[in-house]
């Protein structure tokens, strides 16, 4: 539930929203990664090695994309050997991912440079999309979770706060224990002026609050999210971006 990884985002149906298809759109954002002069990394041999690099130039009468040649020449060669290569950029708080078949020894500007086919798609992720943005109390959003045998009763629990990808809740074990690791299915998600939205969460961390007795704070990943649910949750987490922004507090949860 926090920002986005440095990392390669791993394949994932819930990331098909953020990825992009549109050739020009695809065209303009490595252009703009070009432009911002920021350093883009390489990772290839299954991630295990990874570079270094700078975006030189895009070329779409050519179907390539140009690159800056790594400082060290080893990892130079098995960039070139490579079979398959992940790139990550930041630029304006987006991260830009893309993913290319091979890379081939060539020129810019008469200095040496490596190119690889301009893709089909790439991925583009706002680092806000997974920013856990506080709830507000005196509008509280609350989860509600199955317990006893049948699974038939519910427990509300206050959000503290939620990203797209999951929400942290108030929790006093009494009528059941959350623990860490536990999957909860069938639980759903009372999102005001949004409504009810099912989701499955998975424990992640629990916090002992010491503002309330036998209180936790129990840190939640959403599993299995239909794209449904994901919409209806992003546009949560836009409202309350947009009133906290409103009313001039910071949106992200500490």
């Keep these: ?16 929203p953020f990825t992009v298809y549109a050739r020009a759109e695809i065209i303009a954002l490595l252009q703009a990664v070009g432009r911002s002069g920021t350093l883009t990394t390489v990772y290839f041999d299954a991630q295990a090695g ?9 070329n779409p009468d050519f179907e390539e994309v140009l690159f800056d040649i790594p400082s060290d020449d080893e990892m130079h060669r098995r960039l070139l050997a490579a079979d398959a290569l992940t790139f990550v950029a930041f630029i304006d708080h987006i991260k830009v991912q893309f993913t290319a078949r091979r890379a081939e020894a060539s020129t810019f500007e008469d200095k040496p440079a490596f190119r690889v ?9 706002q680092r806000r999309d997974f920013y856990r943005v506080r709830t507000p109390v005196t509008r ?5 979770v199955p317990y006893g045998a049948d699974g038939r009763q519910y427990e509300k629990l206050r959000l503290l706060d939620i990203s797209i990808g999951g929400v942290a809740v108030v929790a006093q074990p009494q ?14 998600l009372d999102l005001p002026e949004i409504g009810s939205v099912g989701v499955s969460l998975q424990v992640r961390h629990l916090v002992r ?8 704070a129990v840190g939640c990943e959403f599993v299995d999210v239909t794209p449904l649910a994901r919409t209806l949750i992003q546009r949560y987490v836009n409202k309350l971006d947009a009133d906290h922004r409103r009313l001039g507090l910071p949106p992200q949860a500490a």
Excluded: I, Y
């Design 50 to 58: 990874f570079a270094v690099t700078a975006l030189l130039a895009v």
């Design 175 to 188: 009528k059941f224990e959350l623990a860490d690791g536990m999957r909860v299915n069938e639980c759903f």
């Design 1 to 16: 539930m926090g920002m986005t990884s440095p990392f390669p985002e791993p394949e994932s149906p819930d990331l098909a």
């Design 140 to 144: 509280p959003a609350h989860c509600l």
């Design 117 to 125: 086919r301009l893709p089909e798609q790439l991925l583009r992720l």
């Design 209 to 216: 609050r010491p503002d309330e007795e036998r209180a936790r």
